[in-house]
């Protein structure tokens, strides 16, 4: 049985606006694409020109930094389009789908092959964009040898997918993946606590968490099992993208589709979507939002998602799509005062706090608003008390915010990823925007040591 | 709610950049956000859910639990005149608390007006928001000062707290030292005569009209722990104002002469619930000033010296001074007291040992919990530095062993 780690710290936040446990239908439609900055870390490099021909599989553009990562099509047809802003920065590149899933030939991956076989065969097939890479929470590069590959196979952010439906029938696809990975380095998945789904998973070290969000951040995870020391590299891929790499290595055929959960208090009909990365959003949100709404469309969980519009590509990485109130147009008479009854907030000096301790399960329909101004970090213990690592997070931001790299290496930098600061960003009363400082100081430690 | 917000930004033309009263426009952002929550919403890659708190319901939180404390220490300013004067008994309870009331709005009205005009000037010049700390520090100052200390010196006081001790570090949540207790440290040794002594605790004099009469005989104006300090004896007979003797409930309610706010330890006891209840103050500081305090004291009182101080039982040292004012209102403030979990209770339980030590071993100080705070605010950070550097050497430790 799989060892239990119990997590006291976190933050549980009840939304209003969770997906039913249902399939909605959404159409693959004509234009499938990608934004490269959704793959963090990366200079994309397109590989075609618009009005080639493009197969599954087909190398759409890869990492001019390192080739080996590449980024393949999810459909076939033709190259639509790439769309450059300023300084010929690419934001996106398009496919035009001609339904017809045409697969290239992609080698197999084969078992018993050596360790280099086996990341060819990834790279050929593009899977090496799934993965990334700890320190600095980057796409990782496919030369390097790790220590262990960390799955979260959970999640419990705000409205989260539910796992343990959305990867129902996946379970042997997620476990050739595994058994693939396991090749590589040793594998280790978290599962929350009383799995089903998970519960069989074999070739790997498995260990159950309980607690609350985030518990399911896989760098909360490596934390609390195997932290990482300096010099050590981990890498980490989610759940959806092991299943991927299983379907690739089980039937050698690529496939990327995945369920999407479609939630928030202003989506309309709330449900689970059988969608294709790539996807353009406004398959499943178009007349889906709550008429008359001022809604922020967000790619990924509330707290470590970003915002995103109706017509951009559902992105790697996310099972869940949000639609929350934008809450711009709202005043709030003196709300340093006001009791505040339909606010989160983990204070008691907030009614809504106060009651919601007293009759559990009570939800809210929060809005995007920042509610503050921005201070100075002020209250202290605020950011430790939501995160279950083994990391003084405040002494750590304030090292980054320096930019004292030694600091930064002494506090356990080379641990965390901007995710894993959701948590505290979020009850931080002085509205420092930390996800922003992580990512920051990371990119700028990255430069700095490469 | 839409007619203030329509109002707004009607107006708000005029105070941004380029308007005619530009000059103000900090003061004019603090007004926008005091009346209506700001809206602006998450940035693209940030988190899409704050939580409701930000400083300024802290802030306000913090005031509002000062407030027991300060409508006690009013109604006391005008028990202690009228005591003073022989009429307490004649006077109705609010004569008394409307002698208290004015005696003490204006140093409240000095140190806002004072302190806010420098926060309000320095958000202008940097162009920041406003800081929403002095808030709190305007309410403590007046009320940790005695009630004949001049304005004019608590104007200047207030001026070089805010300047000096928090400005120039960069503002609210950058100090290292309490400003409320620099101001009164600077009182306290730039003008001595005016902060300690027997004369100052108690107005003898009437307020605009109201309170006047003659000082009676045999008048005592020494707060109990003066009367400690300076007792003969190795015990010490604690009287009032008249020259009657006080009893632990007087001292425990606060009838008893001393600064402002620190009296009553049930009005303080009140702003305490709440802030423990509302989170925003450390229990963990708290608790331990408490632990630290008594323990000392506790070994004062068999360690068989012979002063009236170490004879106090240590119980009776939490309802005399400041001390219970210090431990929830001071030492809780999380900006200057020690940082990391752990480091709240070595900080908080030195805070205790340090202010009874000055208590008992130091003459020239009757009071010890202001001196305590600030020595305590200088090594909360290296306490805090070893705690954290005990995570660092586990993380070293971690990366050589593998």
Known sequence: MADLIKLKKGLDIRVEGEAEREFGQAALGDLVGFNPDDFYGIVPKPALKPGDAVKVGTVLFYNKKQPDVKIVS??????????????????????????????????????????EDIKKALSDAGMFAFIKQRPYDVIANPSDTPRSIFISAFDLAPLAADYEFIFKDSQSDFQNGIDLL???????VGVKNGTKTFANVKNATVTAFEGKYPASNVGVQINNVQPINKGEIVWTIGAQEVVYIGRFAGKGILDFSKNVALTGSEAYSRCYYKMTLGQSLSQILDSNICKGSNATIISGNPLSGSETTQDSFLAPFVNQITVMKNGSDVDEFMGWIMPRFNTFSTYSSVASSFISKICHGRKYTPDTRILGGQRNMIMSGEYDKVTPMDIYMEYLVKAIIAFDIDKMEALGI????????????????????LQRIVRDGLDKLQKEMC | MGNIRKYIDKIKPTFS?????????????????FLLVPNETSKPKGVHIHDAIDSKRIMIMVVIALMPALLFGMYNVGYQHYLAIGQAAVAGFWSKFWFGFLAVLPKILVTYIVGLGIEFTVAQWKGEEIHEGFLVT???????????????????????????????????????????????????????????????????????????????????????????????????QITDAAGQAISTWDA??????????????????LGAILLLCTGIASWKTMLS???????????????????????LPWYEHFIYGGFCFGAVFMATDPVTSARTECGKYIYGFLIGVMAILIRVLNPGYPEGMMLAILLMNVCAPLIDYCVVQSNISKRQKRAIKK
């Open chain 1, 74 to 115: 999810p459909v076939s047809g033709t190259l639509e389009a790439i769309n450059r802003g300023d300084r010929r920065k690419i934001l996106s590149i398009v496919v035009r789908n001609d339904s017809k899933m045409t697969q290239e030939s992609i080698k197999k991956p084969d078992l018993n092959g050596s360790v």
């Open chain 1, 182 to 188: 396991a090749k590589i380095a040793p594998v280790f």
């Open chain 1, 414 to 433: 080379y641990e965390v990823a901007p995710e894993d600061f959701a948590a505290a960003e979020c009850v931080c009363s002085s509205k420092m925007e």
């Open chain 2, 17 to 33: 950049e380029g308007g005619k009263l530009s000059m103000f426009r900090s003061v004019f952002e603090g007004f926008e956000t």
């Open chain 2, 138 to 236: 305007g309410i403590i100052l007046p009320m940790i000062v005695p009630v004949d200390c001049p304005l004019w010196i608590l104007a200047i006081a207030t001026a070089f707290a805010v300047i000096f001790a928090k400005e120039i570090f960069g503002g609210t949540g950058m100090n290292i030292v309490n400003v409320a207790l620099i101001a009164r440290a600077f009182l306290f040794f730039a003008y001595p005569s005016k902060m300690s002594g027997d004369n100052v605790w108690i107005r003898t004099t009437d307020v605009c009209g109201l309170g006047e009469g003659q000082v009676i005989d045999g008048f005592s104006g020494a707060t109990p722990l003066g009367q400690i300090a300076t007792a003969p004896d190795a015990t010490a």
């Open chain 2, 252 to 269: 425990i309610a606060g009838f008893i002469p001393g600064s402002i706010g620190e009296t009553s330890v049930i009005a303080i006891a």
């Open chain 2, 289 to 311: 000033v408490f632990v630290g305090g008594g323990l000392t004291a506790f070994l004062f009182n068999i360690g068989g010296i012979e002063s009236a101080a170490a004879n």
